[in-house]
């Protein structure tokens, strides 16, 4: 079943102008959420506003936003004065500049959008997507809707183009502000690291093998409620803190993963050859006894 879009825009750069739609990159299948219930009725509970100061519960019309400036102290305002400082919603994702796809770090990716073709625009998006693979560019843009200024980044992905939103450089936290201590990395430990990266390599990325266990769990008790069975609960022990010295720890590591890596070796190279002249032995007794 084809993708539903969600919105529609229009990528501009120098006097090119390209109508693309817009599409979630999620399933929404694939997550699960839970309601609150009152659990005298099973029925669902309402949201309501509490005024802790006039004992009150306060409802909507009510409401007023409030930007807090000191502690305890607000200035306020109305919709009309937010209204006035949010961006105007053309649609319209104007390119700014293109750079190195490795250019931007995965730390200011935020949400992901599929991009398609929009109406008369399938021979003008697929030159962008092509001369962006061939160049190993992607786009910096800006992107104005719901009445917020976004910076995205458009870039190439398989036959087509993902839009990623990204954080602005004042929204992320710098690194600096996070305590390392004072250490430094032993050769010898440097270099056991090193075998035990190089036994768990792999060349490419496969998202398939990974899935969620924590929602198989939950879909597998959510079935067996539903079902009116009743769910076994089995606490899982928590693990105790040890010290480990790391020498001994990237030891264990490289000689827990030998056995594993030599028993799929095997496996991919097939029987040894003492059991591979065993299976021929076998067949050609087969073929003589016909």
Not at 67 to 86: D, I, N, R
Not at 228 to 242: D, L
Request: net charge neutral.
């Amino acid at each position: 079943m084809s993708a539903r879009a969600t919105a529609s825009a229009t990528v501009s750069f120098g006097l090119v102008s390209i109508p693309v739609k817009i599409y979630s990159t999620g399933e929404t299948s694939g997550t699960i959420s839970f309601n609150w219930l009152h659990k005298k009725c099973s029925n669902r509970v309402k949201q309501q506003y509490y005024c802790p100061v006039d004992d009150e519960v306060v409802g909507q019309e009510d409401l007023v936003k409030g930007y807090e400036f000191s502690k305890g102290q607000y200035v306020l305002f109305t919709e009309e004065e937010l209204k006035a400082a949010t961006a105007k919603s053309t649609e319209a994702i104007e390119i700014t500049e293109f750079v190195e796809a490795d250019q931007v770090d995965p730390i200011y990716f935020d949400k992901a959008y599929y991009l398609g073709p929009g109406k008369g625009g399938e021979r003008s998006y697929k030159l962008l997507a092509e001369v962006m693979k061939q160049t190993g560019r992607s786009a910096l843009g800006k992107y104005a809707a719901r009445g917020k200024m976004y910076l995205v980044l458009l870039r190439p992905f398989e036959n087509g183009l993902i839009m990623q939103q990204l954080h602005y450089a004042a929204e992320l936290r710098p690194f600096a502000e996070v305590p390392l201590g004072e250490v430094e990395v032993k050769e010898m430990e440097l270099k056991l690291a090193k075998q035990l990266v190089e036994q768990t390599a792999s060349e490419e990325f496969k998202p398939e093998s990974y899935h969620n266990e924590v929602n198989d769990r939950l879909r597998e008790m959510i079935e067996q409620k539903v079902e009116g069975k009743e769910v076994q609960v089995v606490t899982a022990e928590e693990p105790k803190a040890q010290i480990i010295d790391l020498m001994e720890a990237l030891k264990a590591s490289l000689g827990k993963r030998a056995p594993e890596q030599a028993e799929a070796a095997s496996a991919r190279k097939g029987p040894k050859p003492a059991v591979r002249a065993v299976a021929k032995k076998a067949a050609s007794s087969k073929s003589s006894k016909r």
